[in-house]
Nanobody
Framework: QVQLVESGGGLVQAGGSLRLSCAAS????????MGWFRQAPGKERDFVAA????????YYADSVKGRFTISRNNARNTVYLQMNSLKPEDTAVYYC????????????????????WGQGTQVTVSS
């Protein structure tokens, strides 16, 4: 089992920044991708960003490209999401996830391919 704990959410004004963290613990063996998804009230849980095990490859949803940056520190089993130029439409619960053996871009963008999920952290952007 892998446990994931997100932190860093909160309330921020439009144009502001937040940095989310997600720490993994438990059976965190190597070669797993990590991703961030978000879910607004009444909507599906959507892909935000993902990063490969080595950190050399990153993927972003079009809606956050150029504003959000995903990174990871494997020594700490932690993934980060730096969110800049936040907009009210970024308001959602943000979830991190761990996925083993995901070998395609499509897989990294698909929530069903991830194996473990955190409990989520609320991000609210006021206008």
């Amino acid at each position: 089992q892998v446990q994931l704990v997100e932190s860093g959410g909160g309330l921020v004004q439009a144009g502001g920044s937040l940095r989310l963290s997600c720490a993994a613990s438990g059976r965190t063996f190597s070669s797993y991708a990590m991703g961030w998804f978000r879910q607004a009230p009444g909507k599906e849980r959507d892909f935000v960003a993902a990063i490969s095990w080595t950190g050399s490859t990153t993927y972003y949803a079009d809606s956050v490209k150029g504003r959000f940056t995903i990174s990871r520190n494997n020594a700490r089993n932690t993934v980060y999401l730096q969110m800049n130029s936040l907009k009210p439409e970024d308001t959602a619960v943000y979830y991190c996830a761990v996925g083993y053996g995901i070998g395609t871009t499509t897989g990294l963008r698909t929530r069903e391919t991830y194996d473990y999920w955190g409990q989520g952290t609320q991000v609210t952007v006021s206008s």
